[in-house]
């Protein structure tokens, strides 16, 4: 799980079967003292993230266990961050 940003949206008018509700947003991964740390990327928000939001984010084989059947995503929102401390 990976920490992020939520930096826009995406919206796409065709999509594969079983993506049609699905929510895309552009995210910004960052490192623990939220600066980024890599290329943006596309994600599936399953929870509703707003522009701005932190939150905990899943990569590879593990993004698409959301959904049964599993989609084809290599990204997936799966919490929103409230609020973290973090000691070095």
Do not use: H
């Not at 590879?60 to 609020?83: H, K, M, Q």
């Amino acid at each position: 799980m990976y920490l992020g940003k939520v930096i826009g949206r995406i919206e796409a008018r065709v999509r594969l079967a079983g993506m049609e509700s699905q929510r895309f947003v552009l995210l910004q991964p960052l490192d623990f003292n939220q600066q980024p740390i890599r290329w943006t990327l596309l994600a599936v928000d399953v929870t509703g993230a707003a522009d701005g939001s932190l939150v905990l984010f899943e990569e590879g084989r593990e993004a698409a266990n959301p959904f049964d059947p599993p989609l084809p995503i290599d990204a997936c929102i799966v919490a929103i961050v409230d609020d973290y401390q973090y000691q070095a």
